[in-house]
């Protein structure tokens, strides 16, 4: 097991789920108050919406910024909901495969843990086979 001393960072990816908020007081308990914990929210690559006449109704780049936009509410509302002003927290916004994306922030970030619930469905199964279970 290791020492929580030894820990600097941990990863907590979520979703606009309730259920991804459940691993982040397990990611408190193991971070103490010695390790960052870190947020992340992946949101998928934006494109076009045509109407069904082919007419460009709504931008990649316009929704691109609207997912971004909701990805930075939903972390400021988890701070706020499970975060104390003075805990070591940062957010994180990724966008792209979650699976990839998670594993790519927990690389970049020196993320020492990921700390993830169990899916809510089989379509989420890859992800958790990508990050070892």
């Not at 109407?51 to 930075?72: C, F, K, R």
């Not at 003075?86 to 966008?95: D, F, L, P, Q």
């Amino acid at each position: 097991m290791t020492d929580d001393a030894t820990l600097k960072r941990v990863l907590v990816p979520i979703d606009t789920s309730e259920v991804a908020e459940r691993a982040i007081p397990w990611a408190k308990a193991v971070a103490g108050s010695t390790s960052e914990v870190i947020l992340l929210v992946v949101v998928p690559v934006a494109t076009a919406v045509r109407s069904i006449g082919g007419q460009i109704i709504g931008s990649a780049e316009t929704i691109q910024t609207g997912y971004q936009q909701m990805a930075e509410s939903q972390l400021a509302a988890a701070i706020e909901k499970w975060f104390s002003p003075g805990e070591a927290v940062r957010t994180a916004v990724a966008k792209g495969d979650p699976g990839e994306q998670i594993l790519a922030v927990a690389e970049a970030e020196d993320a020492d843990l990921i700390v993830s619930v169990e899916p809510r469905s089989r379509s989420d199964w890859p992800v958790r086979e990508r990050l070892g279970r």
